[in-house]
């Protein structure tokens, strides 16, 4: 089975994302976060930076428990938008 490419739009999905993992991060340690969400420094670095633009849900929820970020948020700004899909309804 072969991969598809990303699209652009699952790229910069993909940075909103790290974008706000990295915001939520703010002083606390990149290696501290990245093992209390059971993931390498390396892995959480790749998603910060938008490197790794579509990690696995699983990633996703560990961070966002790691960071005390619902995953509503983190959904939220994966898509593009400031409020978790049930409030923008």
Do not use: C, H
């Not at 991060?25 to 910060?48: C, F, H, M, N, Q």
Request: overall charge negative; proline content about 8%; cysteine-free.
């Amino acid at each position: 089975m072969v991969r598809q490419p990303l699209t652009p739009e699952q790229i910069e999905a993909g940075r909103r994302l790290g974008a706000l993992l990295r915001e939520a991060r703010a002083g606390r340690d990149l290696v501290e976060v990245a093992y209390a969400a059971g993931i390498s420094p390396e892995t959480l670095r790749k998603i910060e930076t938008g490197r790794l633009p579509s990690p696995g849900f699983g990633t996703v929820v560990r961070l966002g428990e790691a960071l005390d970020l619902p995953v509503q948020e983190l959904a939220a700004a994966w898509r593009g938008n400031d409020l978790p899909l049930e409030a923008a309804s």
